[in-house]
């Protein structure tokens, strides 16, 4: 499914909110995120070393191509070190709300910018990644918050709604690139599945 949005300003909050699938970063980790949290580690990739504002806690992510990709696209965009120009929470999660809107998806629960980071959850997980090391990219403070996402079954999710097709890797997404400032604009994009918002509490 392609999902092209209407204004700029959506776009904008399209990418966060993929950025988020793919990193788990929370809102406000993604506001407060700058240059100095992306590193290079001895296994030649770059990674997100970072701390949650919510409990101070350590999250380290490798960063993917795709979120790497949205990084270069707002490189400039922004008058301070922060990388995004990250609109408010409200203004996210309405705009995220025209944009299934605009998509004619149908959802059992309403879809925020949370979602994004249970998105994260759910799919490393099915993916195979050990529920200790997702607690560690998640910045979890006890892995007991982590275990509840590996309590979502597969009949489960079938049953939750999906925005966008499963991602896992970039044979599976594609991106339109085209000329947006002085980078490339992702415009569209395919093969994510949204998973949802297990309880309000969790982390």
Known sequence: MMCVPPHPRYELVKDLFIFSCFTGLAYADIKKLTRNNIQSFFDGHQWIISRRKKSDIASNVRLMEIPKRIIEKYLGSTRNEFIFPVPTNVTCNTHIGKLIEKAEIITEQKVTFHTARHTFG????????????LSKMMGHKNISTTQIYAKITIQGLIHCHCILHRIASDQRTHFTAKKYSNGPMLTEFTGLTMFPTIQNQVD
């Open 122 to 133: 759910t799919m490393f997980l099915t993916e195979g990644v050990p529920l200790e090391s």
